[in-house]
């Protein structure tokens, strides 16, 4: 079984910062895809940005120039810096990861339990 758990979420005020992590662990292989998807209040979930094992990120345009997601593959974690918040990024923020959990099994898709960011204006 994996399990993804996010972390980093809270309060903050328009115009500041945060930094989310969100580590994979338990019976992993490999991972190739992780990313970063929200969900504000009466909306579908909307990706925010995705970094493959190798290769160029993915960016949300709503959030370019603000937000950068980066991973460590040791530790099998992926953040999400979140620059020049704004009240419109308040959401649930849920961690996702494409993971292969043995060496000859089936690709597998996991997701988080999400933390809360919350923007004040």
């Known amino acids: 079984q994996v399990q993804l758990v996010e972390s980093g979420g809270g309060l903050v005020q328009a115009g500041g910062s945060l930094r989310l992590s969100c580590v994979a662990s338990?019976?992993?292989?490999?991972?190739?895809?992780m990313g970063w998807y929200r969900q504000a209040p009466g909306k579908q979930r909307e990706l925010v940005a995705t970094?493959?094992?190798?290769?160029?990120?993915n960016y949300a345009d709503s959030v370019k120039g603000r937000f950068t997601i980066s991973r460590d593959n040791a530790k099998n974690t992926v953040y999400l810096q979140m620059n020049s918040l704004k009240p419109e990024d308040t959401a649930v923020y849920y961690c996702?990861?494409?993971?292969?959990?043995?060496?000859?099994?089936?690709?597998?898709?996991?997701w988080g339990q999400g933390t809360q960011v919350t923007v004040s204006s």
């Open positions: 996702n990861a494409f993971v292969l959990p043995s060496r000859t099994g089936s690709w597998y898709n996991y």
């Open positions: 338990g019976s992993i292989f490999s991972v190739n895809s």
């Open positions: 970094i493959p094992s190798g290769g160029r990120t």
